[in-house]
């Protein structure tokens, strides 16, 4: 592809910022243009001779990869072309003809007398240079074209003489003859929007060279707004800041580290680069508060100013109640406030301060305290209750210690507490309020305290499983402060205290929430202690009763009764009920949950999915929520993903998910989710022979040192023993089936199935009579698969087991399915049964894609009596099985016993699969005959 430059304004070629890579690896050159795959095809298909349009008008901001994107496609799809670059710019603007004087140089003289000859005299010199090849027209600042060089440029595309890509910032501003062609479908519009996290992570990868967890990708797509340029400017003041982190050969986002973002603020400068000092000032103040009234505003900057603002798209107006503005993108503030140091700040709040009547109270907190000015408790409070809600509880801790007298206050001790168990840390969360009781708070009854108390409920509940020693013994002492006798005896209590109020005649509303998060404490409580059958009690009748308390609160509850079932002997149910809930969180309604507990409930269907075998049906679930949303995304995603490639045995796979969740959850792992995850990261490790690595991983699994949670610790254990017998564990069966035992015991069916299907895959087929008696009172369809597989490992049948292994790739258990099938052909070899032993090789043969060679189908339909073979050539034939039985004098329930025995010698399910196994024999018999 020969290149053609306007001198004077090169082609645009974009040169992020550079980021420390791994050592002696480069930035791939044309890593913007990654996650446009969709963009890049229609591009292509435009320079096809087929194609009705011309070319493409490229549309998206500043560094949003226009350039990139075209470079690309010419350099892949352009080979063999002649392209012309031409760039508008402001400057060239003024001049007719402007951006193409580097053309209009090489004209004759009188060529340039008219515009009509400039037209005929530029074409026919781009032809003659192309010499019989393509010419493509590529035009950056599209909107920067004078008039005359858009009018040369459209008219040689009108004509079909040249292809044209022309990208745009502001396809407003587009010259009308663009915009012509546009409309009659000469030239397509490609936008190009925002990349999705998906497609950043891509992206990060390649520049980092090196995996990024979705965490850290997903943060600096926030950050950046999915913009490729400002995504790699983030991503470069991330690692100098050390918030992103290479760490155990991932890259993973450290959120207790700041970040000034120079070189972000720099690539963002086009944007304040026009703006006055007070617009600036109005940036400022919205950065720190979030938002003021309109009329105070006013007051201060003129009302054209404003409006210049708003239509930059740096500002919204929103009205509730008042006139009220505030920032378009609330990422853009976080930048801004990174420039603005203790005496600018301090400085705004004598000038400017906020009205606390519409101001965002955490970022007005925030405020406050980086200026040095006092935080009242109300402001501390509603602060860390924003906070707390917005998924930042170490702000939240900041705000509550603002306020000198929180130990006092019960709604302060609350969102505290409430602080300490969104990061993680129940002992803090236990160890807060027993301190507020020491001080002598909640001595009375309201609706804080009944808060208090489920949140303090919560704290023990997690740490009922602390290890004895200095944090045991300082736990007893904490509950023996306690008003009640043990975590569920909180709940109780604060039923009561419940009851009392709502004597008091409390508001109906608050009343019935304070019902609902009773009533979902209880829920998580009994499910964290694995108590399934009580949850099921509980929660049947709730669920039941509808929308009648809200959709969110069903949906919360349904995943809690989802588990219930799953875990016990409802398989059928809970994945019913779990299409039924999936859908109620995708169909658009937007019940009313937060982002977190979206994410939970989500999270809970995928694992009870997991752990009650329906692999594909999970995979289904994930897939159709490819990027996870707004409220599925994150190291809970990724962990998502990772479990399920782990409990399909794709080590591979598995560990690409994992290894990055690990890593991550090292720097940051509220939920207690590392030994867990850790766990199946050796499971994945180990099936790639890995050891070192699955070792590794297994010193992190030990469950002892997280939250207790029963689910998350009996599915940790499961992948800890399935890695140590892959590792060549002698007793890895053995604890399989004591676990297995435990499970059935305290009523865990799903476990002691999943325990069973395990200890007969590493050996124990003594179990598979237990194994059998368990999946006979499961539903599903896993327990199905079970049934068949513990009868064909038990009593060494090679058509059960081949059954077992369809049923189980159907269900996604990719290695499981693999396995049962190479049982099966161990056991069909060692009974001699050659039959089933070749049908299995030639069932191989077929999925692999491999032609089945002549004397192989010729020796499988030996198998058959000189009977059986005439029928079965009648059959292939599309004789009927009336018309078979009159040529050989025989009855037709005859004919149809011996299509019987031929089906089963030769494995197949119906004529049509025998007529092809037939044909592929002819080439063998040259008459025809069997």
Not at 420 to 445: E, I, K, P, Q
Not at 525 to 533: A, M, N, P, T
Not at 768 to 781: E, K, M, P, T
Not at 891 to 917: C, D, M, N, P
Request: hydrophobic share 45%; with cysteine; net charge negative.
């Amino acid at each position: 592809m020969e290149n053609h430059h306007s001198t004077g304004a090169n082609a645009l070629k974009a040169h992020p910022p550079t980021i420390g890579n791994p050592p002696a690896r480069q930035a791939a050159p044309d890593a913007l243009f990654l996650g446009r795959s969709g963009l890049v095809k229609a591009m292509a298909e435009r320079l096809q001779p087929e194609s009705a349009a011309s070319g493409c008008l490229l549309i998206g901001e500043a560094g949003s990869g226009k350039s990139a994107l075209m470079r690309h496609v010419l350099q892949v799809y352009g080979r063999g072309s002649y392209t012309v670059h031409i760039r508008g710019s402001a400057f060239a603007r003024r001049t007719p003809f402007g951006a193409l004087t580097f053309l209009l140089s090489d004209l004759e003289p009188e060529a340039s007398s008219h515009p009509v000859l400039i037209l005929r005299g530029l074409t026919e010199l781009v032809r003659e240079r192309a010499a019989g090849r393509t010419v493509i027209l590529a035009v950056d600042n599209a909107e920067e074209l004078d008039e005359f060089s858009a009018m040369v440029l459209s008219q040689m595309v009108v004509n079909r003489s040249a292809h044209m890509f022309a990208a745009f910032r502001d396809f407003s501003a587009a010259p009308s003859e663009f915009m012509g062609l546009w409309r009659e479908g000469l030239l397509t519009r490609l936008d190009l929007e925002p990349m999705l996290p998906s497609e950043c992570s891509h992206l990060l990868e390649a520049e980092l060279r090196g995996p990024v967890s979705r965490a850290a990708a997903e943060d600096l797509t926030r950050v950046s707004g999915g913009n490729p340029s400002l995504l790699l400017a983030a991503a470069a003041d991330y690692r100098d800041c050390g918030r992103l982190a290479f760490s155990g050969g991932v890259w993973v986002l450290s959120p207790n580290m700041e970040c000034a973002f120079p070189r972000l603020y720099a690539a963002m400068g086009a944007r304040l680069s026009a703006v006055t000092e007070g617009q600036r000032e109005l940036l400022d103040v919205l950065a720190l508060c979030g938002a003021l009234p309109l009329l105070q505003v006013l007051e201060r900057l003129d009302s054209t100013e404003v409006d210049a603002l708003q239509e930059a798209g740096l500002l919204q107006l929103a009205h509730s109640g008042v006139p009220v503005l505030s920032l378009a993108e609330p990422a853009f503030g976080a930048i801004l406030r990174t420039q603005l140091d203790t005496a600018r700040r301090n400085d705004l709040l004598k000038r400017f301060p906020p009205d606390q009547d519409v101001a965002w109270p955490h970022l007005t907190a925030e405020w406050f305290i980086s200026a040095g000015a006092k935080v009242s408790a109300p402001l501390a409070l509603s602060a860390a209750q924003a906070a707390n809600g917005s998924g930042n509880p170490a702000a939240a801790e900041r705000f509550i210690a603002a306020d000198p007298n929180h130990i006092y206050s019960p709604a302060a001790v609350l969102e505290l507490t409430l602080s300490h168990l969104r990061r993680g840390d129940a002992r803090a969360a236990a160890d807060a309020v027993a301190r507020h009781r020491a001080c002598g708070g909640s001595t009375g009854s309201s609706l804080e305290d009944v808060r208090l108390l489920l949140a303090e409920s919560s704290a023990l509940c997690q740490t009922e499983g602390a290890r004895s020693g200095e944090n045991g013994e300082r736990l007893r002492l904490l509950r023996e402060q306690t008003h009640a006798d043990g975590h569920a005896g909180l709940l109780d209590e604060a039923e009561t205290m419940l009851a009392s109020l709502k004597l008091q005649e409390m508001e109906r509303g608050e009343a019935a929430q304070l019902e609902r998060d009773l009533i979902l404490a209880r829920a998580r409580c009994l499910s964290q202690h694995g108590q399934y059958r009580e949850s099921v009690s509980l929660l049947t009748g709730i669920y039941a009763r509808g929308d009648e308390n809200g959709r969110g609160f069903r949906i919360l509850v349904g995943s809690w009764l989802c588990t219930a079932w799953g875990m016990t002997d409802r398989q059928s149910d809970a994945q019913e009920l779990a299409a039924t809930l999936w859908h109620m969180l995708v169909d658009g309604s937007q019940p009313d949950l937060t982002r977190d507990e979206a994410a939970e409930v989500r999270s809970r269907i995928v694992h009870m999915l997991l752990v009650t075998g329906a692999v594909s049906v999970a995979a289904e679930y994930l897939a159709a929520d490819e990027d996870g949303g707004a409220s599925y995304g994150g190291t809970l995603r990724e962990v998502s993903e990772g479990m399920l490639h782990a409990f399909a045995g794709r080590g591979a796979a598995a560990t690409a998910k994992l290894l990055p969740a690990v890593r991550q959850l090292e720097a940051s792992d509220p939920g207690g989710l590392l030994p867990v995850v850790s766990a199946a990261a050796a499971y994945a490790a180990a099936l790639q022979g890995h050891r070192d690595r699955a070792e590794e991983h297994l010193r992190k699994a030990d469950p002892g040192s997280a939250p207790k949670h029963a689910d998350l610790q009996r599915t940790g254990t499961h992948f800890i023993v399935l890695a140590r017998g892959v590792l060549g564990s002698a007793d890895a069966a053995e604890q399989m089936a004591a676990l297995a035992d435990s499970d059935e015991a305290r009523g865990a069916g799903a476990y002691a199935l999943l325990g069973l299907v395990s200890a007969v895959r590493l050996g124990s087929t003594d179990t598979a009579q237990q194994l059998l008696d368990v999946a006979s009172g499961l539903q599903g369809r896993f327990a199905r698969f079970a049934e068949d597989y513990a009868k064909g490992s038990g009593g060494y049948d090679a058509q059960l087991l081949l059954l077992a292994a369809d049923a189980a790739a159907a269900q996604g258990h990719e290695l499981l399915a693999h396995e049962t099938g190479e049982r099966a052909l161990e056991v069909a070899s060692g009974a001699g049964d050659r039959a089933t032993v070749r049908f299995i090789h030639r069932s191989r043969r077929l999925q692999s894609g491999e032609v089945e060679g002549e004397g192989e189908v010729e020796d499988c339909l030996r198998g058959l009596t000189t009977r059986e073979r005439v029928i079965a050539r009648h059959a292939a034939a599309g004789t009927t099985n009336k018309m078979i039985a009159s040529e050989l004098s025989i009855s037709v329930r005859t004919v149809e016993g011996h299509l019987y025995q031929i089906y089963s010698k030769l494995h197949v399910g119906s004529r049509r699969e025998l007529a092809r196994l037939i044909a592929s024999s002819k080439a063998a018999s040259a008459q025809g005959e069997l």
